[in-house]
């Protein structure tokens, strides 16, 4: 993750939508093509839930999955590996932007986490020089950072007070599909990519503002710990204003639901068998 003042993560309040935050996941790796992979990394793992799917769809290889926030890696240490396990599976803190393999590796993944990098198409020259030729490379970005759910955040922390304390946080931002093809061909791999929207259907039976729940697990995050930093009851009043035009932007219908679309990227490239 990057930006220029630190944050951490809340694996519980990630994990509230761990099923609709998968599935684009299952959708990526669906299209790897690896058959027998040794060692297969997930770099940006969060809390490891998904990390476990690499590993049940290779149960031959090493599966490690790293990320820089030591509260994800706990979490995904505690709920994930199994205390009997072989050791096939493990978990450790690194950042993407500095992370070197020992090894080149057969399989890298990275989900939903190079949106948090800036200038984040420099270091997929980086990225594909860890892969082993004949390897993947695949990661997944969200690219809805337009929509509602992201424009009415940035315009309330540019208002007073709030933006006397949300100057310089972590931003994150994506490319259309086009950009990340053309940037790995150049490096001589064979790209596919495209884009997906989802519509998540949220109840609002138990949760009044589940659009105001996601974003306070990722996008917002930086924010509201920036805000409750200098005050929980700015923090608090920044919530409710969200909340509300949140609720604005995405009314409940009578059937006790909230749609929120949800744009993603996704690319998956293998890297030429004449690398290196």
């Given at each position: 993750m990057a930006g220029t003042q630190p944050h951490s993560w809340d694996p519980e309040r990630y994990l509230t939508f761990a099923d609709e935050r998968g599935r684009p996941f299952v959708d990526l790796i669906s299209r790897i093509g690896a058959p027998a992979p040794a060692?297969?990394?997930?770099?940006?793992?969060?809390?490891?839930?998904?990390?476990?799917?690499?590993?049940?769809?290779?149960?031959q290889a090493q599966v490690t999955g790293l990320d820089s926030s030591p509260e994800m890696i706990a979490a995904a240490r505690r709920d994930v590996v199994r205390p009997d396990g072989d050791g096939s599976l493990s978990f450790g803190v690194a950042d993407?932007?500095?992370?070197?393999?020992?090894?080149?590796?057969?399989?890298?993944?990275?989900?939903?986490?190079?949106?948090?990098?800036?200038?984040?198409?420099?270091?997929?020259?980086r990225l594909v020089e860890a892969v082993a030729p004949g390897g993947w490379l695949a990661f997944q970005v969200p690219g809805n950072f337009a929509e509602p759910s992201h424009e009415i955040r940035r315009v309330l922390a540019d208002e007073a007070p709030y933006v006397a304390h949300t100057r310089g946080l972590a931003t994150p931002a994506s490319h259309d599909p086009t950009v990340y093809l053309e940037a790995l061909a150049a490096l001589g791999c064979a790209v596919d990519a495209w884009e997906t929207t989802y519509l998540h259907v949220l109840s609002t039976r138990a949760d009044p503002d589940p659009v105001f729940t996601w974003v306070s697990g990722t996008g917002a995050r930086p924010t509201l710990q920036a805000l409750e930093a200098e005050s929980a009851g700015l923090r608090g009043e920044f919530e409710e204003e969200l909340k509300a035009r949140l609720r604005t932007a995405y009314p409940p219908s009578d059937r006790g639901r909230v749609l929120l679309p949800f744009r993603r990227v996704f690319v998956v490239a293998r890297v030429s068998r004449g690398a290196r």
């Open positions: 060692a297969v990394v997930d770099l940006g793992c969060g809390p490891g839930n998904l990390t476990r799917l690499l590993a049940e769809r290779w149960p993407l932007r500095e992370w070197r393999p020992d090894a080149p590796v057969d399989v890298l993944v990275s989900n939903a986490t190079l949106q948090w990098v800036g200038g984040h198409l420099d270091l997929l020259p």
